[in-house]
């Protein structure tokens, strides 16, 4: 960028805060630690923006680095520089000093295609540029050029009246074209679920293109499976799904893989069938424009607008949404990859929570409550199994435990199974010795495999022995048990030792006991129920075994969903679990 240039888009070498929005974007949607931009002034760069302590550009490096040498690369050549690995080629220089180990360069360019400088994205291990990740870049590149672009307009534009005038409608568009994109690469990266795709690809069209209206139709098999719209009331006939073979201008972007478009209901009746015109008349649409979705792996759908009124798509409004197509498709291949995983997790997990043992003396029920947000599976259960009395002659008892392993992944719910599963197998071979000894044999032995696990949990076994029900347990670091007297009091069982992890030494675990009498009720939880951002936890737990105690009458099952629909965070991000048993009074 000339000097002149330089001064006409009112960017320096002080950092701006438009710029800096464009690199950090391009350190999100490329997952990398570190982006920046250069811009031209005469022989020289400067860096309005600068993202990341990976650039090498700190105070002392900014005259000699690696991000500075290849960006003047990217500048003399006019064209993109991707390099997976610096340290294998020699246009990166002397890289003494800095971390730049990976770097993607695209031009910013002018509107005769002049270069204003470069956007480039850094990261600190060598890594390879996927073809969409150069899409990504090139996307951003393009929306970066166009903001530049406007302010020199904006600055040029100053000059005489007419020409300002002119001008004002392109600069408005330029800018409104540059925000469009821009959000719409921020709100759909951020989509972890079709439905918010659709919501957000439904709201960023609407705003600044009007259409009456937008669907979203995804590939299923060889059909095209309608999205529901709450805004469109479909006729009860309309076609929810089409083949990829049907005569509709959305089946035929589909296999063509290119912008369709119906300029109006002539075009339609010319080139589609009759179903495709029924659907048009049903939805009160005269024109439309069909977008087919591509992602890295193929096809994944359509976007279809819709208008009220003849429309004919001008080369700027194209181009604009073939970008925002692209965007839509990335993010619903994403969503739909990211909702297979927790499908699959979600299934697992539910898979390993226990059918609850049928024992004379006594009731015994369970909850399970998923996270609010779709894409988080964690680690929390209960399980529950009868436990064979360690005199052969004496009726069996139970063993309960209700447990959360770290994490919000497939990998929490994974490493929870294997301790589920190593638990019962520690307290069936310990049988006789106590649910502390069963919890340090389940310790050794993920110090010894090694097994990552940590966490918390409280594990327990109950025998009827001289005509009454007695409860020893251990504690590791999990919040404290409660237990309803048949007197109507509470009483937290407070004794407890150090949480679960694989990397602590060896230590003691002890067995504490309690009798549980008829009429007692007891409730073991996960933190999911009582934790609650900016709230006391003791004052949560109060509140727990205030509800306990009033539903002391209420059937378990019930009385669990009471407790987790009053206390526990309809929006919370952890799973939750509640154990309950009852030692009923004699009729």
């Excluded at 991707?82 to 360069?105: F, H, I, K, N, P």
């Excluded at 568009?173 to 951020?190: F, G, Y």
């Excluded at 529901?228 to 006729?235: G, M, S, V």
């Excluded at 009720?521 to 509800?547: K, N, P, S, V």
């Amino acid at each position: 960028m000339a000097p002149s240039l330089l001064r006409a888009s009112g960017l320096s070498a002080a950092p701006d805060a438009d710029m800096e929005r464009f690199a950090r974007l391009t350190t999100r949607i490329l997952g990398v630690p570190a982006a920046l931009i250069a811009l031209r002034e005469a022989a020289d760069l400067v860096f309005p923006a600068v993202i990341g302590p990976a650039t090498g550009l700190d105070p002392l490096a900014r005259r000699a680095s690696t991000a500075r040498t290849l960006s003047q690369q990217v500048v003399a050549s006019a064209g993109p520089i991707l390099m997976g690995d610096t340290r294998r080629s020699d246009l990166a220089g002397d890289r003494s000093g800095d971390a730049v180990a990976a770097y993607a360069g695209m031009p910013l360019t002018d509107a005769e295609g002049g270069i204003l400088g470069v956007l480039c994205a850094i990261d600190t291990t060598a890594r390879p540029w996927t073809p969409e990740q150069r899409g990504d870049l090139a996307d951003l590149a393009a929306a970066c050029s166009a903001e530049l672009r406007l302010r020199i307009a904006s600055q040029r534009a100053t000059g005489a009246q007419y020409r300002a005038q002119s001008q004002t409608h392109q600069v408005r568009r330029d800018l409104n074209s540059a925000e469009l994109l821009l959000r719409a690469a921020e709100e759909l990266t951020a989509s972890a679920t079709v439905d918010q795709v659709h919501t957000r690809a439904r709201n960023l069209i609407r705003s600044n293109l009007k259409p009456s209206y937008i669907g979203l139709l995804l590939l299923e098999g060889s059909e095209l499976h309608r999205l529901p719209d709450p805004d469109t009331a479909y006729p009860r006939d309309s076609a929810e799904r089409m083949d990829r073979s049907a005569g509709f201008a959305a089946s035929r972007a589909l296999r063509e893989c290119r912008m369709v478009t119906v300029p109006d209901r002539a075009h339609l009746q010319r080139h589609y069938s009759p179903a495709a015109l029924a659907a048009f008349d049903a939805l009160a649409i005269a024109s439309a424009t069909c977008l087919p979705l591509i992602a890295a792996h193929g096809p994944v759908g359509v976007l279809v607008l819709g208008w009220d009124n003849a429309h004919v798509v001008g080369l700027d409004e194209a181009a604009i949404l073939t970008t925002i197509a692209g965007y839509i498709a990335q993010a619903v291949e994403r969503a739909v990859f990211l909702d297979a995983r927790v499908h699959v997790a979600h299934q697992l997990q539910q898979a390993m929570l226990t059918d609850l043992p049928t024992l004379p003396g006594m009731d015994i029920a369970a909850l399970y409550r998923p996270a609010s947000t779709d894409d988080m599976v964690g680690g929390d259960w209960y399980d529950a199994f009868p436990l064979p009395h360690p005199h052969a002659d004496r009726a069996p008892g139970v063993a309960i435990t209700v447990g959360d392993i770290t994490g919000h992944d497939i990998h929490a719910a994974t490493l929870m199974g294997q301790v589920r599963s190593m638990l019962r197998q520690a307290v069936l071979i310990k049988n006789g010795k106590g649910p502390a000894s069963a919890l340090a044999a389940l310790e050794y032995a993920c110090r010894i495999l090694p097994l990552a696990a940590s966490g918390t949990l409280v594990h327990a076994h109950i025998h009827h022995e001289n005509s009454q029900w007695t409860m020893t347990w251990t504690n590791a670091g999990h919040p404290p048990p409660l237990l309803l007297h048949p007197s109507g009091q509470v009483t937290r069982l407070t004794d407890h030792g150090r949480l679960l992890h694989h990397t602590l030494p060896a230590s003691t675990r002890h067995d504490h006991q309690v009798v549980l009498e008829p009429g007692a009720t007891l409730l073991l939880y996960t933190d999911g129920l009582i934790e609650r951002a900016g709230h006391d936890l003791d004052a949560a737990i109060d509140r727990t075994a205030a509800l306990l105690a009033a539903g002391a009458s209420m059937p378990l099952p019930a009385l669990l969903e009471h407790l987790a629909d009053q206390v526990a965070d309809q929006q919370t991000s952890d799973d939750t679990v509640l154990l309950a048993l009852r030692i009923p009074t004699a009729d």
